[in-house]
């Protein structure tokens, strides 16, 4: 194996964890699903730290970590969250969902194109997405309004000009 697809792979494995996620979800099992969502999140800032410095940064893994991103932090936590709480709303809590997941791909896009350093513009979708999956690991009992209302919240941070230092 190629040492330079090591990155790669570890993008690879955070999109199927965050398929096994949204899989959880839909049996029900929130717990499990937002636990893999948040080991998603580790998987995905190892990736880009190591392809930095293996110096085997690529195009083709910047926009594959954005699909494994898109997966793993705006849908699997949109559907966990729809399904744990936000159905209760019916269309509204459908469109909130949506909402979050247009605005993670709408930041992900935007952050493929800007050549930004040293911050970020927005909140990462990897922070939201983790977010989301600490509030039903937290907030067992939440009511539904106060779920759709930090998932409309961190869907406006995502795609906010808000700079956020780079740690």
């Known amino acids: ?13 955070n999109l199927v964890i965050g398929m096994t996620a949204l899989v959880y979800a839909i049996e029900g099992k929130f717990v499990a699903g937002s636990i893999l969502i948040l080991v998603a999140a580790l998987l995905d800032r190892l990736d880009g730290k190591l392809a930095r410095k293996m ?3 690529s195009d083709f893994g910047k926009e594959l970590d954005s699909l494994a991103d898109l997966v793993s932090f705006g849908v ?3 559907v966990t969250a729809y399904l ?8 509204a809590g ?3 969902v949506i909402l979050f997941v247009l605005c993670g791909a709408l930041r992900l896009a935007r952050f493929n194109i800007m050549n930004v350093t040293g911050y970020f513009l927005g909140v990462p979708i990897t922070i939201a997405g983790s977010i989301v999956a600490i509030m039903v690991l937290v907030a067992g009992g939440a009511h539904e309004a106060v ?3 930090l998932v409309i919240v961190l869907s406006g941070l995502m795609v906010s000009s808000i700079k956020l230092p780079k740690v």
């Open 55 to 57: 110096e085997v940064s």
């Open 84 to 91: 744990w709480r936000l159905d209760k709303l019916g269309l």
């Open 147 to 149: 779920a759709a209302g």
């Open 94 to 96: 459908l469109m909130v």
């Open 76 to 78: 699997a936590p949109a």
């Open 1 to 13: 194996m190629k040492i330079e697809l090591v990155p790669n792979i570890l993008t690879g494995a």
